[in-house]
C-alpha cells in the first residue's frame, strides 16, 4: 500500500511559480513510476507530467512543455512539480499518483496507469 500526500499548492499571479511536492509512504518508493495529473472544474482529469522510478525518463504534456518540471528524490520518498510561467488555465486541482514498476501496463500518460492517487492540492493562478 502506498499513501500519496501533496503540498504547495496556492495562489499565484500570471507568470509566476509555484513547487508542488508529494510524500510517499510505503516502501519501495523508487520502484514506483511517479505521475503528476490535474483537474479543472467540469473538466477530466488530464495528465501533467510522469517520472520513471530511476528519474532517469520523463514525460509532459505538450501545453506544459517547458514551463513544468518533474522531478523525483528517492532518499525522501518525494517527487516534485516546478511549476514556472504559470498561466489562468493551469488552475486546478493537482493530483499525484504511483504505480509500481512491476504493475507498469500501459502509457504513463493516462489516469488508469496508476493504482495509487493522493487527496490532490489546488493550484490557482489569477490573470
Known amino acids: 500500500q502506498v499513501q500519496l500526500v501533496e503540498s504547495g499548492g496556492g495562489l499565484v499571479q500570471a507568470g509566476g511559480s509555484l513547487r508542488l511536492s508529494c510524500a510517499a509512504s510505503g516502501r519501495s518508493f523508487s520502484n514506483n513510476r511517479m505521475g503528476w495529473f490535474r483537474q479543472a472544474p467540469g473538466k477530466e482529469r488530464e495528465f501533467v507530467a510522469a517520472i520513471s522510478w530511476s528519474g532517469g525518463t520523463t514525460y509532459y504534456a505538450d501545453s506544459v512543455k517547458g514551463r513544468f518540471t518533474i522531478s523525483r528524490d528517492n532518499a525522501k520518498n518525494t517527487v516534485y512539480l516546478q511549476m514556472n510561467s504559470l498561466k489562468p488555465e493551469d488552475t486546478a486541482v493537482y493530483y499525484c499518483?504511483?504505480?509500481?514498476?512491476?504493475?507498469?501496463?500501459?502509457?504513463?500518460?493516462?489516469?488508469?496507469?496508476?493504482?495509487?492517487w493522493g487527496q490532490g492540492t489546488q493550484a490557482t493562478v489569477s490573470s
Open positions: 499518483a504511483a504505480v509500481s514498476r512491476s504493475r507498469v501496463t500501459t502509457t504513463p500518460m493516462v489516469p488508469t496507469g496508476y493504482d495509487y
